[in-house]
């Protein structure tokens, strides 16, 4: 086979130059039709094998030209749309391409150098020592890039290539100082547009736009259309004014060599605070609002984080509506592009405040509330990381019929605000509203081979957006100044529903500590796990490890959730990371976990942790819903025999057959009637449900194992040494003996508070019988069934809850009815008379009166007669 070049000439002249090469002039649509086509000396036509000198030849249009280059060659086409091509087969690379006049498409295998003239061309680059050139205002050009790539002077767009076939490179693209249009191929993409008002469309992937400097040079947004404008009106002011689209993260580069990356989504560019006062200026509160206006300087710099964030100021007042004091925006959101500017003017606004009027007392607070969200006081932004509205009054609100307006509108923040009716009824007036997104019908961003396509005018790019948005919320916190002697409870509530907090500041100095506080609280920084590994077939509840936060504040509460936990394999306990379902090594030796941790104001931080699972000797085998049998020589198909090591065999639903071997095993029979043989070992039998679920017998050698609830099964097992329930564990010795608990003392301490639990001690493990157990006084006073509410058995503890307060200073017996307490052998604990009962004595009220009560009552009702009696629903005789 003769290696080749492919080019392909539509109508024009094409000069092959310097150098011995093969020209095959082939038939288009099987007609050769002529055309003007010059050979220099020493060209060899390989259809008819002769030499030409220089002459015309004709083709028609869109011919398709070969040669085998064996020196250094020029390819040059003239006026028209041409394309050329360079093959993989090429023995050296093409030098230089030069497509003329026209829109043309050139580039192919190996380093070329291409120049494509006047007109819209197209640069194909495999290779990052392609050079392009282009001339200003010679059309508009697109390179379409299989590798990472910065596009050179006077070319405007650049696309990393696609691959149909195989999965895309992760290659990044960059662009210059023109207006560029930068696409993303399907892999995680970096792109950067240098200069210039640039579109950047990352395509699928986690794609990331790359800016230089600090991102407080940047004034960042999100579009209702999903898009996000990224415009540098600070510092060098040189990066333009860019639009973002399917771009997941924005990264700043540092001097230094480092870089700062935010997502791009809600809250998450942290730099950024939206913070508003809403403030009750009616009369009453003059010394209050003085009190802010003192330091006002310092709350507005706290916003700014002293210069480390870009922070947005608003301020609107409210008196009372309903009678004629409607709210009002004392300050729009400051955009002003100077951060100094923005200062001063929110400056100005909350020294413009005033006190005055109010009328009644109760005032309109929410509709201050509201008028902050609903877009009068300017637009939100969504991805700030810090969104809050704090109010203060120290009046009770009268329009708590707006509560849900607020919240709908706090818990919305990015979608656009509809009203449609205003309704006035006898709670005032109330908006009808919906919240929708806007969205785009435009097509397609880019044609098939990765240019951007342009609207009808090629004025602006069509772009293909997400309509599926995320809403921010926004926090909104209450103070009440003074000490309120009114009902808080609509403060305290939309607070709380609104992510924020509510309080109480007694004097004009506590509120300017809380507005502080409101203002200068930030999120925690990082999550620690002081250990990330867990043994395979670890048990449920076993805990891996103890999480703990970072946060500049001081004195902070913090909360764990898990965001992303594949499989469900872990659970937060308090600050502890548990195991929650089997863990198997040989599944998977590692797991990603996503923990979030939220601080008293409802600021978040997340962060993924790798938990690393250790093997344990022995394997875990899983059994089906059918009857399976699992034992030296048989298993399940497709899976291992048991081992001499600690292996974990699960039953399903069938009537297994189970049997380990000498190994420490851990088998689970599941549902159905199941055999299990444990073997040598110190084996476990595992069951799902609580020990009181099932009944436990033995006799010769084999412990019968009833499950009491709907539709369970009974189990015969053998050679095992533990069984491990839902809420205990306990060796199998416990359910073998013959001797009866024993209650351990009988004789109970005096003093017991009147509003305890009466808990009772046995010197083993026991279980509800099917007997009554009395609580006595003379004669009966309260019978409790063992099997209710009042009654709880724990380990080898016996808990009774009376239905009321007992009575001071009197003596008590607790009695059983024959069979009512069992140990796990079903040993009835032997009650013969009095003298087995348990005896103790409620505090004396005269005691409980001098000291203070225990159980909540104060001392003075207890001094006035009230004794506890009359919570008790018995009579005492």
């Given at each position: 086979?003769?290696?080749?070049?492919?080019?392909?000439?539509?109508?024009?002249?094409?000069?092959?130059?310097?150098?011995?090469?093969?020209?095959?002039?082939?038939?288009?649509?099987?007609?050769?039709?002529?055309?003007?086509?010059?050979?220099?000396?020493?060209?060899?036509?390989?259809?008819?094998?002769?030499?030409?000198?220089?002459?015309?030849?004709?083709?028609?249009?869109?011919?398709?030209?070969?040669?085998?280059?064996?020196?250094?060659?020029?390819?040059?086409?003239?006026?028209?749309?041409?394309?050329?091509?360079?093959?993989?087969?090429?023995?050296?690379?093409?030098?230089?391409?030069?497509?003329?006049?026209?829109?043309?498409?050139?580039?192919?295998?190996?380093?070329?150098?291409?120049?494509?003239?006047?007109?819209?061309?197209?640069?194909?680059?495999?290779?990052?020592?392609?050079?392009?050139?282009?001339?200003?205002?010679?059309?508009?050009?697109?390179?379409?890039?299989?590798?990472?790539?910065?596009?050179?002077?006077?070319?405007?767009?650049?696309?990393?290539?696609?691959?149909?076939?195989?999965?895309?490179?992760?290659?990044?693209?960059?662009?210059?100082?023109?207006?560029?249009?930068?696409?993303?191929?399907?892999?995680?993409?970096?792109?950067?547009?240098?200069?210039?008002?640039?579109?950047?469309?990352?395509?699928?992937?986690?794609?990331?736009?790359?800016?230089?400097?600090?991102?407080?040079?940047?004034?960042?947004?999100?579009?209702?259309?999903?898009?996000?404008?990224?415009?540098?009106?600070?510092?060098?002011?040189?990066?333009?004014?860019?639009?973002?689209?399917?771009?997941?993260?924005?990264?700043?580069?540092?001097?230094?060599?480092?870089?700062?990356?935010?997502?791009?989504?809600?809250?998450?560019?942290?730099?950024?605070?939206?913070?508003?006062?809403?403030?009750?200026?009616?009369?009453?509160?003059?010394?209050?609002?003085?009190?802010?206006?003192?330091?006002?300087?310092?709350?507005?710099?706290?916003?700014?984080?002293?210069?480390?964030?870009?922070?947005?100021?608003?301020?609107?007042?409210?008196?009372?509506?309903?009678?004629?004091?409607?709210?009002?925006?004392?300050?729009?959101?400051?955009?002003?592009?100077?951060?100094?500017?923005?200062?001063?003017?929110?400056?100005?606004?909350?020294?413009?405040?005033?006190?005055?009027?109010?009328?009644?007392?109760?005032?309109?607070?929410?509709?201050?509330?509201?008028?902050?969200?609903?877009?009068?006081?300017?637009?939100?932004?969504?991805?700030?990381?810090?969104?809050?509205?704090?109010?203060?009054?120290?009046?009770?609100?009268?329009?708590?019929?707006?509560?849900d307006e607020v919240s709908a509108l706090a818990h919305n923040i990015g979608a656009t605000i509809d009203v449609h009716t205003s309704m006035v009824g006898s709670v005032g007036t109330v908006d009808t509203f919906t919240l929708s997104f806007e969205s785009t019908d435009l097509p397609v961003a880019v044609d098939e081979d990765g240019a951007l396509l342009l609207s009808a005018d090629s004025s602006e790019?069509?772009?293909?957006?997400?309509?599926?948005?995320?809403?921010?919320?926004?926090?909104?916190?209450?103070?009440?100044?003074?000490?309120?002697?009114?009902?808080?409870?609509?403060?305290?509530?939309?607070?709380?529903?609104?992510?924020?907090?509510?309080?109480?500041?007694?004097?004009?100095d506590a509120l300017v500590d809380a507005l502080f506080y409101i203002i200068e609280n930030t999120a925690p920084t990082d999550i620690q796990l002081d250990n990330n590994t867990v043994s395979e077939n670890s048990a449920n509840g076993t805990v891996v490890g103890n999480l703990s936060a970072v946060d500049p504040d001081s004195g902070e509460t913090f909360t764990y959730s898990l965001i992303d936990n594949?499989?469900?394999?872990?659970?937060?306990?308090?600050?502890?990371?548990?195991?929650?379902?089997?863990?198997?090594?040989?599944?998977?030796?590692?797991?990603?976990?996503?923990?979030?941790?939220?601080?008293?104001?409802?600021?978040?931080?997340?962060?993924?942790?790798?938990?690393?699972?250790?093997?344990?000797?022995?394997?875990?085998?899983?059994?089906?819903?059918?009857?399976?049998?699992?034992?030296?020589?048989?298993?399940?198909?497709?899976?291992?025999?048991?081992?001499?090591?600690?292996?974990?065999?699960?039953?399903?639903?069938?009537?297994?057959?189970?049997?380990?071997?000498?190994?420490?095993?851990?088998?689970?029979?599941?549902?159905?009637?199941?055999?299990?043989?444990?073997?040598?070992?110190?084996?476990?039998?595992?069951?799902?449900?609580?020990?009181?679920?099932?009944?436990?017998?033995?006799?010769?050698?084999?412990?019968?194992?009833?499950?009491?609830?709907?539709?369970?099964?009974?189990?015969?097992?053998?050679?095992?040494?533990?069984?491990?329930?839902?809420?205990?564990?306990?060796?199998?010795?416990?359910?073998?003996?013959?001797?009866?608990?024993?209650?351990?003392?009988?004789?109970?301490?005096?003093?017991?508070?009147?509003?305890?639990?009466?808990?009772?001690?046995?010197?083993?493990?026991?279980?509800?019988?099917?007997?009554?157990?009395?609580?006595?006084?003379?004669?009966?006073?309260?019978?409790?069934?063992?099997?209710?509410?009042?009654?709880?058995?724990?380990?080898?503890?016996?808990?009774?809850?009376?239905?009321?307060?007992?009575?001071?200073?009197?003596?008590?017996?607790?009695?059983?009815?024959?069979?009512?307490?069992?140990?796990?052998?079903?040993?009835?604990?032997?009650?013969?008379?009095?003298?087995?009962?348990?005896?103790?004595?409620?505090?004396?009220?005269?005691?409980?009166?001098?000291?203070?009560?225990?159980?909540?009552?104060?001392?003075?009702?207890?001094?006035?007669?009230?004794?506890?009696?009359?919570?008790?629903?018995?009579?005492?005789?």
């Amino acid at each position: 086979m003769v290696p080749h070049l492919l080019l392909s000439a539509i109508g024009e002249k094409i000069y092959i130059n310097t150098g011995l090469s093969y020209v095959d002039m082939g038939l288009i649509d099987g007609i050769k039709t002529m055309h003007s086509m010059s050979l220099y000396q020493g060209a060899v036509d390989l259809v008819d094998r002769s030499i030409y000198s220089e002459s015309d030849i004709s083709f028609g249009d869109n011919v398709m030209l070969q040669a085998v280059k064996i020196g250094s060659n020029e390819f040059e086409a003239g006026t028209g749309d041409d394309n050329l091509t360079a093959d993989f087969s090429l023995i050296n690379p093409i030098e230089f391409m030069f497509g003329g006049e026209g829109n043309d498409t050139m580039g192919g295998f190996g380093v070329n150098s291409m120049y494509g003239g006047s007109g819209d061309d197209i640069y194909k680059v495999n290779d990052e020592h392609d050079f392009v050139y282009e001339k200003l205002n010679e059309g508009a050009d697109l390179v379409d890039s299989e590798v990472t790539y910065t596009l050179p002077d006077n070319v405007e767009n650049l696309t990393l290539h696609h691959n149909l076939i195989f999965s895309d490179p992760a290659i990044n693209g960059t662009g210059n100082d023109l207006d560029n249009q930068l696409k993303g191929n399907n892999a995680a993409n970096v792109l950067s547009g240098v200069g210039g008002d640039d579109i950047m469309d990352g395509g699928d992937g986690y794609d990331t736009a790359a800016y230089y400097g600090s991102p407080l040079d940047y004034d960042i947004r999100r579009a209702s259309d999903g898009s996000w404008s990224v415009k540098n009106v600070r510092g060098s002011e040189g990066a333009g004014s860019d639009t973002l689209i399917n771009i997941e993260a924005i990264r700043f580069d540092t001097e230094e060599g480092g870089h700062l990356s935010y997502r791009l989504q809600k809250n998450g560019l942290t730099f950024q605070t939206d913070f508003a006062i809403v403030v009750d200026t009616t009369g009453s509160m003059w010394d209050d609002i003085d009190s802010v206006k003192v330091v006002a300087s310092d709350l507005i710099d706290a916003a700014f984080a002293d210069g480390n964030a870009d922070a947005r100021i608003g301020v609107v007042s409210f008196k009372d509506a309903e009678i004629g004091e409607p709210s009002s925006v004392v300050l729009s959101f400051t955009d002003q592009d100077s951060f100094a500017e923005r200062k001063d003017v929110a400056l100005s606004a909350i020294n413009s405040l005033g006190a005055y009027g109010g009328g009644d007392w109760a005032e309109t607070d929410f509709d201050g509330l509201r008028m902050a969200l609903d877009g009068s006081m300017g637009e939100w932004r969504v991805g700030a990381g810090i969104l809050r509205i704090a109010l203060f009054t120290d009046a009770p609100v009268k329009d708590t019929y707006l509560a849900d307006e607020v919240s709908a509108l706090a818990h919305n923040i990015g979608a656009t605000i509809d009203v449609h009716t205003s309704m006035v009824g006898s709670v005032g007036t109330v908006d009808t509203f919906t919240l929708s997104f806007e969205s785009t019908d435009l097509p397609v961003a880019v044609d098939e081979d990765g240019a951007l396509l342009l609207s009808a005018d090629s004025s602006e790019p069509l772009v293909a957006v997400d309509a599926s948005l995320e809403t921010a919320q926004v926090q909104i916190f209450t103070i009440v100044v003074g000490s309120p002697s009114f009902d808080t409870t609509p403060l305290e509530s939309i607070a709380a529903e609104n992510g924020g907090g509510f309080l109480i500041a007694e004097d004009n100095d506590a509120l300017v500590d809380a507005l502080f506080y409101i203002i200068e609280n930030t999120a925690p920084t990082d999550i620690q796990l002081d250990n990330n590994t867990v043994s395979e077939n670890s048990a449920n509840g076993t805990v891996v490890g103890n999480l703990s936060a970072v946060d500049p504040d001081s004195g902070e509460t913090f909360t764990y959730s898990l965001i992303d936990n594949p499989e469900n394999l872990f659970a937060i306990d308090g600050n502890h990371l548990v195991v929650n379902n089997a863990i198997d090594y040989e599944a998977a030796a590692s797991h990603d976990i996503t923990v979030r941790v939220s601080d008293f104001v409802s600021n978040t931080f997340e962060k993924v942790f790798t938990i690393n699972v250790t093997d344990v000797p022995g394997v875990t085998i899983e059994g089906t819903a059918e009857a399976d049998l699992v034992d030296a020589t048989h298993t399940i198909e497709g899976q291992s025999l048991p081992t001499p090591e600690a292996d974990t065999i699960n039953g399903c639903d069938g009537d297994d057959s189970i049997a380990g071997l000498c190994g420490d095993d851990v088998i689970t029979g599941g549902a159905g009637n199941d055999s299990i043989d444990g073997g040598d070992g110190d084996d476990t039998v595992v069951y799902v449900g609580p020990q009181s679920q099932y009944s436990i017998s033995y006799e010769s050698g084999v412990y019968t194992v009833v499950d009491t609830s709907e539709g369970g099964g009974t189990d015969f097992v053998i050679n095992v040494e533990h069984f491990q329930f839902a809420d205990e564990t306990f060796s199998t010795d416990n359910t073998v003996d013959t001797a009866p608990p024993v209650l351990d003392p009988n004789e109970a301490p005096a003093d017991l508070a009147v509003g305890d639990d009466i808990v009772l001690s046995f010197d083993e493990m026991v279980m509800p019988g099917t007997g009554e157990i009395t609580l006595y006084k003379g004669s009966i006073a309260e019978g409790n069934e063992v099997d209710g509410i009042d009654v709880s058995f724990v380990g080898n503890t016996l808990v009774v809850d009376p239905d009321g307060n007992l009575a001071y200073g009197t003596d008590y017996y607790v009695t059983f009815e024959n069979d009512s307490v069992l140990d796990l052998a079903r040993n009835p604990y032997d009650y013969e008379d009095e003298d087995d009962a348990f005896h103790f004595s409620t505090l004396d009220a005269a005691v409980a009166a001098s000291g203070g009560s225990s159980d909540g009552i104060s001392a003075g009702a207890v001094v006035a007669g009230v004794a506890g009696l009359g919570l008790l629903a018995f009579v005492i005789f």
